[in-house]
């Protein structure tokens, strides 16, 4: 059991700490015997309490044995209560009594924030999807109090940034009871808003394609392309002296161009480091990496890299020298124009009303619903902060139906997964821009996590069916790139930063400044122009090579970065320390998510007035 429990714990990306793993797998089996749970089980339950608490490390440590306890302890009477609960069937006549509301048989029992929105949205008569709404799948009505329900620090404030002198620091935290009863709060919701104009760059597969057909070839093809790519980069800067094979013994200094490998199946480590340089200049042979003469440096696997330095002996290349970041070529500055497709083009906002590189973004990732039912109450809760800020943008980041979510997994649910999207995703959306006019847009981002879309990345834009509001809901690719108000946001919902964080290894300066891991690790996008700069791709990303490669590609630096990850929300400005080239400066969002267990999450307010300089952005709890 000790083994099971340790290669658990492995697949799902933890890792037990080593000089408490004996400890710790004698609790975990202790654990798995009192309550009669598998070594899978316990895992799960691991990874709900690590979402729950927060935590930053993918680390198990005995500190958190006695926290981990007490979440299984809770989660054994929750079910006892939940069994006992089960007994009482629900006929129809009890079904039909909490839809109309029966005022003689209506019970004193609190409602949840969900049944509130939709009790003043909901059409006077009851429909098929007003039915779906208002009862959950496991035929518990939807009035019964939930854990997310029972929160009481709402709305809050976590991180706050502002570099705008005239705008107040910070966001005003909101009492969500008080603001929907606000009379002011009901005038603002109907206040027209100035539209923002949206350009979506369309270089990502089309719904619909043929996937996971790639051939080894694709893949040799896809890594190829990308060392030449940069390559041709370092020499069309002339910063750098011509190329040469690392492979070849030689006394003199060189500068060579390549990919960091693994010389095994392992974890990367500072003893099996390998370059792998082009086909042009080696035949695609590698030779091992020396790098203990580097004061600091920072690889991965799949990472093309410069490197100056010698190979005397023809066998190894000692490094004296090591260019992560990738000079940009004037080439690749914009992206192909037949490529960009405008949204409602002839309703873009004029000169003389719109207000060039400014823009107001709700961020927020899935999942849009807490683990203990499908009532998506966190997206509800979303929608009615959205309806009282003026803001001109809503990014709903995947995954919407999330193929993890319990009742997902298990198949407990009694409608299809494109049922599910239609009435809990779709049909609120819809209802928010008809609440707030033709000023509202939205725009949908798939995951790779979503049970109703290709499991492929990288992935097609979803098909929504909306023909009347198609300029105001519209669905991205992912990875993706889109222009609002001039303003370039690039955004990717596979979990990169949190997969690059596991195969990174690094060597800080002794004497340098502290750098700060998180930004270090979206810098890494930017520096190698890839959505995906990781190679091999993590188990659980189904990467075809031969599907629009150039999607993966950020030929251009965003103004905003938007990279949603399971590690701690952010909001931070990029820049480069290089010297000679000026790169432009980049804001990385992690909005965090917006559901983390039975609890709520958090999501990202932005105002983005002109500049990465001139920003205004809150994570917020919700």
């Known amino acids: 059991m000790n083994e099971e429990i340790k290669s658990e714990f492995r697949k799902s990306g933890f890792h037990l700490n080593k000089e408490e793993e004996e400890e710790l797998l004698s609790k975990c089996v202790t654990f798995c015997i009192n309550y009669s749970l598998s070594p899978s089980d316990l895992v799960s339950s691991w990874e709900v309490y690590y979402l729950n608490r927060q935590l930053n ?139 923002c104009s949206l350009v979506v760059h369309g270089s990502g597969p089309e719904p619909g394609c043929r996937f996971m057909y790639d051939r080894i070839e694709d893949r040799v093809n896809a890594v190829e392309n ?26 003199r200094s060189i500068f060579a161009v390549g990919m960091i490998c693994c010389d095994g199946e392992g974890r990367l480590n500072e003893k099996s480091v390998m370059l792998q340089s082009s086909m042009e200049h080696s035949g695609g042979e590698c030779v091992r990496l020396d790098l203990q003469h580097l004061s600091h440096y920072s690889v991965f696997p799949g990472q093309v890299v410069g490197i100056g330095g010698h190979n005397p002996s023809g066998h190894c290349l000692v490094a004296s020298k090591l260019e992560d970041s990738i000079p940009t070529s004037v080439a690749d500055e914009d992206l192909n124009p037949p490529k960009k497709r405008a949204i409602d083009k002839e309703n873009q ?56 979510h319990p009742d997902i997994k298990k198949g407990t649910t009694d409608r299809s997964f494109d049922e599910i999207f239609h009435f809990e995703i779709l049909r609120k959306l819809q209802d928010y821009v008809e609440c707030m006019g033709s000023a509202a847009r939205v725009l949908l981002v798939p995951s790779i996590r979503d049970a109703n879309h290709d499991f492929v990345f990288p992935q097609p834009a979803l098909d929504i069916s909306l023909p009347d509001l198609k300029s105001q809901i519209v669905s991205l690719a992912n990875p993706g790139l889109f222009e609002a108000n001039e303003v370039k946001v690039g955004c990717c919902t596979v979990d990169i930063l949190k997969q690059l964080s596991g195969e990174e290894i690094s060597r800080m300066a002794a004497d340098g400044k502290p750098v700060d891991r998180l930004s270090r690790l979206a810098n890494h996008i930017l520096n190698q122009q890839s959505f995906y700069p990781l190679y091999p791709p993590a188990e ?29 929300y952010f909001v931070k400005v990029l820049s480069s320390e290089r010297e000679g080239i000026d790169h432009a400066k980049c804001v990385a969002v992690n909005p965090g998510r917006l559901a983390k267990g039975e609890g709520g999450g958090t999501f990202v307010e932005l105002d983005y007035c002109g500049g990465p300089d001139k920003i205004n952005a809150s994570v917020v709890g919700i």
């Open 349 to 404: 906002p004029t000169d003389l009303f719109s207000k060039p590189r400014a823009l107001s973004m709700i961020i927020a990732a899935g999942p849009f619903t807490t683990t203990d039912n499908l009532l998506f109450e966190p997206l509800v809760e979303l929608l009615a902060y959205a309806k009282r800020k003026p803001t001109q943008l809503l990014v709903l980041l995947g995954p919407f139906i999330d193929s993890e």
């Open 540 to 568: 659980s990303v189904p990467l075809d090579s031969s599907l629009a490669p150039e999607a993966l590609q950020l030929s251009l630096v965003p103004d905003v970065l938007i990279l949603p990850s399971d590690i701690k």
């Open 57 to 195: 490390e993918p680390t198990v440590q005995n500190v958190e044995m006695d926290g981990f306890l007490m979440h299984l302890q809770n989660n054994m009477k929750e079910d006892v209560l939940m069994e006992e609960a089960a007994w009482h069937s629900y006929s129809i006549k009890d079904v039909e009594m909490i839809l109309n509301n029966d005022d003689d048989k209506k019970d004193n029992t609190p409602g949840t924030p969900t049944d509130h929105h939709q009790d003043l949205h909901s059409p006077a008569h009851d429909t098929p999807s007003s039915v779906y709404e208002n009862v959950s799948y496991s035929g518990k009505p939807s009035n019964l109090v939930t854990p997310f329900s029972k929160r009481t620090d709402r709305f809050a404030v976590k991180v706050s940034i502002n570099t705008i002198p005239d705008v107040e620091n910070g966001k005003q935290e909101l009492n969500h009871e008080n603001a929907e009863n606000d009379e002011d709060n009901v005038v603002r919701k109907v206040l027209p808003r100035e539209r």
């Open 226 to 251: 990308r060392i030449r790519k940069h390559a041709r980069a370092f020499v069309t800067s002339r910063l750098y002296e011509e190329l040469a094979d690392p492979t070849i013994a030689s006394q």
